[in-house]
């Protein structure tokens, strides 16, 4: 019998945690179905003219996203909180890698292909009632001839109304499945009170990076020189004209976003799988 | 089935453990009794693999516990004192949960839960604490595992449930298996524990099987200060005083472990050198 990972009993792993959470999970998918579409029947009332477009679709997308899937990872491992469930949980004959890769199914694929579903259910209904509701009662921008166009479903793999940098490289989308992760270690890291205490140890250790990636880093740099931003640094000299940009070359520039990208979450997901084969209680 | 050697094993500030040996055996029902605070439930959760021991070595069933690997898992059934059942029907919880152990027989959780009267019906939310326990202990029989850890059982049980609780218990032990109970309630487990372990600051103080101790040790009324003055122990009560005293006619008396446990704690040095004798 392999001891570290086997199909079958991950297989029985998977099965019994849906068997003991799918009441829990059905009905918070239910609840973030209910307020999303408490939210767009807000704007509905307040807004005649535009209400629910791209922006709000792409925004409201990310923020639920952010929040409600960072919420849930804080909560994969919260039998560890306490003392009787913990023991019920590592009892279970599964090794720690398939324990983890339970978690990582469903504290991260299974939930955003949920948490997509939820939002296009609520979100496609929802924008074909504003545009009708825009036919309806007012064709034109308030006192001009400008007609006002229907609004499209928000497209999220052509990113078309997201902030520049994220049309190119989906940091969003990345950056959800890295700060997920850390929340998942959080998950075995903290006993108690583990999203409130990951969100203070994450806004810390973002912190100290800013600082350091903009003074920090500068009592390296020789005199007159400052951060630019991560990967470049400036020389204002005496005007602007002769102000000169030193910058990374573009392979590795390219090399640290990728590895920004791709390499976070599995990252933080090794580093879980190493708390919770030292966990004790 | 258990070795443990020189184990050592401290909480923050607090060491439980140094140095501590033992060895347990298949076939046999142990009884590990202590005070409270010396480290009963620790040294089940250091068998079970949930506390690593800072120093020293436990061997349980081949394995390493601190590991916690699957094949392990499935040979070690630890009843803990404070446990938790989700809230979901009974039988879909056994239908989940009974597969990763490949001995579990549900003929058998059956039989136990028929004799505890557990109703099978509904969650496990509704069950009171006492039903709650019964079951887990059913389950726990039936996984049929070789070593079954179990941690003040009784505790929460009346008093028909206590007494069908022994009765199971001496059914369900053959000798491939090794029972280690850790309890206060000494009285629940009389004529069902065939080997006593008194844990006391860290170590294993006595070690003996019933038998022994029935050979060596005699337990009795008496009224008589001369048999009062020989004896390793006594209390005095309306009926007499109770003593433990060396068995010197050979014949062999029932153990009470209460008095055995309190001659223990109280005089446990007079008694391991009457056993070492």
Known sequence: MNQTFSFRRWQMLVGSHWAEHRKRYLLALLAVGGLQAGWYSFLLLIDHFGPINLFIQYATFYCGLFLVGCFYASTIFSELGSKSRAIQYLSIPASHLEKLLCGVLFGVVLFFIAFTVVFYIVDIPMVSLANRIIANEHQHWPNTFLPIGSVGVLNLWNNEWAPIVDRKY??????????????????????????????????????????????GIEQHLPEGWHSYDLTRWIHN??????????????????????????SLPPLF???TYFRLKEKEV | MVSIQDLSFSYKRKTVFKGLELNLQPGHIYGLLGRNGTGKSTLLRNIAGFLFPQSGRIDALGFEPRRRQPAFLQQVFLLPEEFYLPPIPITRWIEHTARFYPLFNIDQFYKYTTGFDIPMQGGMQEMSYGQQKKL??????????????????????????????RKIMAGAVDEKKCILISTHQVKDLENLIDRILVIEEGRILFDQGIDSIAQRLSFTLSFDPEETARAFYSESSLKGNA???????????????????????????????????
Request: glycine letters at 4%.
């Open chain 1, 170 to 215: 989906h940091l969003f989308l990345f950056g959800y499945f890295a700060i997920q992760s850390i929340f998942l270690l959080g998950s075995v890291y903290f006993e108690r009170w583990s999203f409130i205490k990951t969100v203070v140890a994450f806004l810390l250790f973002w912190g100290v990076f800013i600082l350091y990636a903009n003074k």
């Open chain 2, 243 to 277: 003593l433990v005293l060396p068995n010197t006619e050979g014949e062999d008396s029932r153990p009470d472990l209460e008095m055995l446990y309190k001659a223990i704690i109280l005089e446990g040095e007079k008694i391991s050198k009457h056993f070492k004798s």
């Open chain 1, 237 to 262: 000299g005496d005007n602007m004209v002769s102000a000169s940009l030193v910058t990374l070359p573009s392979t590795m520039e390219r090399i640290l976003i990728f590895l920004m990208q791709y």
């Open chain 2, 136 to 165: 887990l202990i059913s389950f726990a029989l039936a996984v049929n595992s070789p070593l079954l850890l179990m941690d003040e059982p009784t505790n929460g049980l009346d008093i028909l449930s206590k007494s069908q609780f």
């Open chain 1, 269 to 271: 997901w090794i580093i």
